[in-house]
């Protein structure tokens, strides 16, 4: 049984990738378990994200969001959930086939999917398709349980699905009380030369580390973007194949 990590998200797509980008960035030792079945891989293109004026490959898409979770520290699992409960000590009991993790916060990310959920206090709303009762912020009635995106009624769009995936993050975080969290990284001098503290969640960088960051972004983007393998769609399991 693991039980050293501090978040475990269930659902690899948009929004359970944005929420592990921003807790691991933040230092909360991160897992995320995820089937691979995002409904994004169905879509023939993708057309409404920040960035892209001329649309972007779906799956690539989900890719990078899954490199930047990984760089940003956290751990991805291609494994699915087949239960989480809640404790006797408080916090959660998450397994699969394999294992058995306990988290004292756990984002829901799994779409429409709550077969796995056994946690009292956490409300079910049935409307032809199931989610998780929340608040704006993502949360639940259970302290330390959040549904983030399609899971929390948030609107069917990738964009809206992976802002909410960084307001559920934002909310763990200070309701946590770990202090303010941004993610501002800012020249040499921003909040020093004004007498200030650099926030938690910030930084300052200089102008060689500026121009490092900056090239290696570009390089990482070149390589990404110049000669892909691009993944067609997959298709809806109630279209015949031809």
Known sequence: ???????????????GLMAATYTARH???????????????????????????????A?????????????AGAT??????????????????????????E?????????????????????IIDRGKEFVDT??????GVEGCYAAGRLAEKAHQAAVCAGHGAEVAVT???DADVGFYHDWVAPAGYFTERDRDVPPGCEEIDAE?????????????????SDPDLERPEQHPSVADE
Do not use: C
């Open 1 to 15: 049984m693991s039980d050293d990590t501090e978040v475990v998200v269930v659902g690899g797509g948009v929004a």
């Open 27 to 57: 230092g909360f030792q991160t897992r995320v378990f995820d089937t691979n079945e995002s409904i994004l891989r169905r879509n023939a293109h993708l057309e409404n994200v920040p960035g892209f004026p001329a649309g972007i490959n």
């Open 59 to 71: 799956r690539l898409w989900l890719d990078l969001l899954a490199e930047q979770a990984t760089e």
């Open 76 to 101: 991805i699992i291609d494994a699915e959930v087949t239960s989480v409960t809640d404790t006797e000590r408080g916090g959660f009991r998450v397994e699969t086939a394999d294992e058995t993790v």
């Open 103 to 123: 988290t004292p916060r756990v984002v829901l990310a799994t779409k429409n999917d709550v077969s796995y959920l056994d946690v009292d206090g956490v409300g």
């Open 135 to 140: 608040d704006e912020r993502g949360r639940t």
């Open 172 to 174: 763990l975080l200070e």
């Open 209 to 225: 580390e500026w121009e490092r960051r900056e090239q290696r972004s570009l390089e990482a983007m070149r390589e990404r973007l």
